[in-house]
């Protein structure tokens, strides 16, 4: 079956430390994407990027960091430098951008990150 | 002004009702909308694209009014499955084709 696999679903981090979310996508899609998402709040974009060894600042960048060196994968490192990582962290990948067909962008399970 | 503003309920609808909730955006170059769900701790999936002349599936319709800068989604004779939340998606012509969401609306059936 062709879909998004993150992982952990639940991870814990004392405060100083940096993670490393896993996202995997088997899906053939060029586009990935990183969100935060809090309560009562849309998705946030943090990176994306829509090709191997390349991407862009969503609009909350600071505090993280993503390498796409697989078209498969794009993990994201949520460094301490990230003041409030508490929140749900949603992968998500597209075929591309550019036009109405390319834009459905489908999601991981997600990964709770809890900050101690 | 938030660019994509939604009520967040809870809508609390007896079951086969109907119901219908709006979502506006703020930027008048706006292209493309979708409506996503959303179940308690899951991840958005998409639930129908809005076009330009409606889009109806089912017991879902979604209509975009450009002139008011809205989409709506009605629901009829809903079900206890359809409760969850409504996310309202909208992708501004000059935003690279990123996604802007909106912080959904709550949908909740009672039998």
């Known amino acids: 079956d062709g879909g998004i696999t993150q992982s952990p679903k639940y991870l814990f981090r004392k405060e100083g430390q940096n993670v490393t979310l896993s996202c995997e996508q088997n899906l053939n899609h060029d586009a990935m994407y990183w969100y935060r998402q809090d309560p009562g709040q849309g998705l946030r974009l943090i990176y994306y990027s829509q090709i191997v060894n390349d991407f862009q600042k969503g609009d909350i960048a600071e505090g993280y960091s993503v390498s796409r060196e697989k078209k498969e994968s794009f993990p994201l490192t949520v460094t301490s430098a990230q003041k409030n990582p508490t929140a749900f962290y949603l992968c998500?990948?597209?075929?591309?951008?550019?036009?109405?067909?390319?834009?459905?962008?489908?999601f991981g399970p997600g990964t709770r990150l809890t900050v101690l | 002004r938030k660019e994509v503003e939604q009520d967040p309920g809870p809508f609390n609808v007896p079951e086969g009702a109907t119901v219908a909730f709006n979502c506006t955006y703020s930027?008048?170059?706006?292209?493309?909308f979708f409506w996503y769900r959303q179940d308690c701790r899951k991840e958005p999936k998409l639930l129908m694209s809005v076009y330009s002349s409606g889009n109806e599936d089912g017991r879902f319709t979604a209509q975009l009014n450009r002139a008011s800068q809205y989409i709506s989604l009605l629901i009829r004779d809903s079900k206890l499955s359809d409760s969850a939340t409504y996310l309202c998606?909208?992708?501004?012509?000059?935003?690279?084709?990123?996604?802007?969401w909106g912080a959904g609306t709550k949908l909740i059936i009672k039998p």
């Open positions: 998500a990948s597209s075929m591309g951008t550019g036009t109405l067909a390319y834009n459905e962008q489908f």
């Open positions: 998606v909208v992708i501004p012509m000059d935003s690279n084709y990123q996604l802007i």
């Open positions: 930027n008048s170059a706006s292209q493309s």
